[in-house]
């Protein structure tokens, strides 16, 4: 089932573009990180996609319904990347007020606060939590309502490693539980293995799409290659590859994708010589610095 529908979306700010003819779909389940650039379009699309601004052209649907009716709010649920809220309430009392806002039950702020691992902070008062703990509480109320499209804006802004690692285990789980997941994110580490697709905005323009193996194949990087030499090994194994270079005792150098199986021969050719080595395709960083560079 598709859940969210860009059709050629546009929008213009006076002359500037800031989106154009953006054309994407997420399905049921499916996790679609969003890139680009600051002032690439990202946070347009999500307010358009939240109905919080009027389309210019094209089209937007979320499950079949026109963005910010009663159907689509109902449907969304939004975390920016600077949630605020009151610092006099406890953790509790705001997740409560806000089951409240939705018609739904407040007995069910400590089950929310309890998945996003603030069942102990629940009763102190937001103005004492850390930047992490208030993106946590933002986290909890984006969770009410059981929402079936998910907009999240740089949600591990200000998260430890361990808040990252369970806050990522959770979007698997609504993933697995049919929530499309579009996301906004700068680090670029954490979604390469956590999405199925990623979308790359440049000026307002979808420069590339798909999953990261199609993005690799489309990219078209060299992988890199690291040997590490046997004791006494550095010599022979330097001559066997004379397009590597040494730093700090292992031999590096890159070939293209294509010639990975020869590279794969040579090694397997030379293995008495080599301690270990590794083949390294190119990262999402990698990547996405190419695509946008064409782009522009």
Known sequence: MTILTLSG???????QTALD???????????????GHNGAGKSTLMKLVLGLIPVDAGKVSVAGHAPGSSVARALTAYLPENAAFHPALTGREQIRHYLRLRGDDPAKADGLLERVGLGDAGR???????KGMRQRIGLAQALIGAPRLMILDE????????????????????????????????ALSEVEARTDRIAILSDGRLVAEGSL???RIRAAL??????????????????????????????????PATDKLAVMGRISGLAPQIDDFEVLPPSLDDIYSHISRRAA
């Open 9 to 15: 979306l546009t929008k213009r700010y006076g002359a």
């Open 21 to 35: 003819g953006v054309d994407l779909t997420l399905a049921a389940g499916e996790r679609v990180a969003l890139l």
């Open 124 to 130: 102190r008062r937001i103005g004492t939590y850390s």
């Open 155 to 186: 949600p591990t802004s200000g998260l430890d490693p361990v808040s990252r690692r369970e806050f990522y285990s959770l979007l698997d789980e609504l993933s697995a539980a049919g929530t499309a997941i579009l996301l906004s994110s700068h």
């Open 213 to 215: 193996p199609e993005l």
């Open 222 to 255: 060299p992988l890199t290659v690291h040997l590490r030499p046997r004791d006494g090994q550095a010599d022979q194994l330097a001559s066997a590859f004379p397009e590597a270079s040494m730093a700090n005792g292992v031999l590096s150098f890159s070939c």
